[in-house]
Structure formats: structure tokens, C-alpha cells
């Protein structure tokens, strides 16, 4: 099995690329765990309950038109469309399109220090499934 280095990784926010202002991505899903244990059971019974997914991106700060700031700060409060790829390029077997809803519920416009490179790191929630396609 071909190991992957994340090196040209695609992202998508709202319709704007945004790969090259992305130093770091964590698309994650997980399930609430549901107990099921009743009476009689030597141990513990857990069945799958709703996914909870989320997007944590870091970026690098960019104050250009069409860029990070212009892009994420109007998105602030709203759902959006975020699209996420391993490699640009096209869909395949090999190169997994994922495609989510995500709440942008926090931005940071303006984080650094003195002679550091300016970033912005969010988590935000997706809203229902992860949507994953091959073509």
C-alpha cells in the first residue's frame, strides 16, 4: 500500500482556493457512544449514535482580495461549503474528494508575535454527513 506525504493537499472554502494559505489539516469524524448495557450483561453493550464531525485548518494570514481574511470573515456565523482533497487535482479511488457543510463559528483575524509568520487556526463544527466521492 503506497504511503501518502501531504504535499499539495487541496481546499476549498466558499468556492475560494485556499491551499496554499493552509500549512495543516484535520478532517475528523467521530460517533456518540450509546450504551446499551442491561440487565444480565457481563459487561458493557455500546451501539454507534450520531456522527460528530468537525474541520480544524491552519492557515496562514493573507489580507489580499480573495484570500484567507476576505473569504473566512464574512463566512463568520454562517454554513459553508468546504472541499477537501489529499492531492489536487481530480477525484479518484486513490484521491478521495470530501465534501462538508461546516459552521464557521470562530475566526481569529489576527494572531502573532513579534517577527512571526501571522496565522489563524480554527475547528469548526461540520453540519450532517461527510460527504465522500471518487469522480
Known amino acids: 500500500m503506497a504511503k501518502l506525504v501531504l504535499t499539495n493537499a487541496s ?4 468556492g475560494t482556493d485556499l491551499s496554499t494559505s493552509i500549512t495543516n489539516i484535520t478532517l475528523e469524524t467521530k460517533y456518540d457512544i450509546i450504551e446499551t ?4 450483561n457481563t459487561a458493557k453493550t455500546r451501539i454507534a449514535g450520531l456522527a460528530d464531525n468537525q474541520i480544524t485548518l491552519d492557515f496562514t494570514q493573507d489580507y489580499g482580495a480573495s484570500s484567507v481574511e476576505s473569504t473566512i470573515y464574512p463566512l463568520l456565523g454562517t454554513l459553508t461549503t468546504v472541499i477537501i482533497q489529499p492531492v489536487a487535482g481530480s477525484a479518484t479511488t486513490t484521491n478521495p474528494k470530501y465534501t462538508v457543510s461546516a459552521l464557521v463559528s470562530d475566526w481569529t483575524p489576527l494572531k502573532g508575535g513579534v517577527g512571526q509568520l501571522a496565522t489563524a487556526s480554527v475547528t469548526w463544527p461540520i453540519s450532517g454527513t461527510i460527504t465522500k466521492a471518487f469522480s
Open 11 to 14: 481546499v476549498s472554502i466558499a
Open 37 to 40: 448495557t442491561t440487565f444480565g
